[in-house]
C-alpha cells in the first residue's frame, strides 16, 4: 500500500509511500483502502498529518485541544477500529487517568474523577485524501456529576480549535456498550501500549 503524501516542494521516496512536490498546502492521499496500510504505511500518514493536527486543535487555545499530545499514549501508532466514523484514532490519556486505563482491563474497571481521554482523529475522504478530523474528549466528574451518563462528560474540538456541539446522550449510547470498562472503548489490541510484539 503506498501513500502519497504531498508536502510543498520536498520530494523524497520511502518505504511504502513517496512524498511529491505540490503548489498548494500539505495535502496526504492514501493510495487504496486505508484499512489495508501496514504499519509503516500509518507512521507515513501521521508523520504527515500530526503537525497539523496539533496547530488545528491548539488554534483557539483550547484547554485539552492545547496540551494532550504531552499526555500518555495509548498506543504504538492511530489504528482503524471501525468507530467514530472509521477514522484512523490516536489516543491520550492524562496523568490523572493514565495509570488505570493503560491496564486495558475489561471488567472492574473505575476512572478515577480527572481523568482525561482526548482521541485524535484522521479522516480519510474521496480520492483517498486525509483530512484532521474532530478531538475527542472524555472527563470522567466527581460521582453524582452525570449520573445518567456514568459521570463522563463527552466533548469535542474541530480541526479549527473551536468546541464542537457535542450529544451527550449521543455519545453515551454508544459508550454504555462498555459499560464493565468504565464506558471506555480501546485501541485495537495489537497497537496498544505494552501489547505483545
Given at each position: ?11 523524497v ?44 486543535y491548539?488554534k ?37 487517568g ?10 472492574g474497571v473505575?476512572?478515577?474523577?480527572g ?5 485524535e ?14 478531538l ?25 480549535g ?12 454508544c ?9 471506555l ?13
Amino acid at each position: 500500500m503506498k501513500i502519497h503524501l504531498t508536502l510543498g516542494a520536498l520530494a523524497v521516496a520511502a518505504t511504502g509511500f513517496t512524498v511529491t512536490p505540490a503548489a498548494a498546502a500539505n495535502t496526504c492521499i492514501v493510495a487504496g483502502d486505508p484499512f489495508d496500510l501496514d504499519d509503516a504505511g500509518v507512521h507515513a500518514l501521521y508523520d504527515c498529518i500530526k503537525d497539523e493536527m496539533a496547530a488545528g486543535y491548539a488554534k483557539e487555545g483550547h484547554e485539552v485541544g492545547s496540551v494532550f499530545r504531552d499526555w500518555a499514549p495509548t498506543a504504538t501508532r492511530p489504528a482503524l477500529p471501525g468507530i467514530h466514523g472509521e477514522r484512523f484514532l490516536n489516543t491520550f490519556v492524562n496523568d490523572i487517568g493514565a495509570e488505570e486505563y493503560l491496564k486495558f482491563a475489561t471488567e472492574g474497571v473505575h476512572m478515577p474523577a480527572g481523568s482525561v481521554i482526548a482521541k485524535e482523529s484522521i479522516q480519510i475522504g474521496k480520492g483517498g485524501k486525509a483530512s484532521v478530523g474532530p478531538l475527542f474528549i472524555m472527563t470522567k466528574l466527581d460521582a453524582g456529576g452525570a449520573p445518567e451518563f456514568g459521570d463522563w462528560l463527552y466533548a469535542g474540538v474541530q480541526p479549527n480549535g473551536k468546541v464542537m456541539n457535542v450529544s451527550q446522550q449521543f455519545c453515551h449510547d454508544c459508550h454504555v456498550a462498555y459499560e464493565d470498562q468504565d464506558a471506555l472503548g480501546y485501541p485495537l489490541e495489537e497497537v496498544r501500549i505494552g501489547a505483545p510484539g
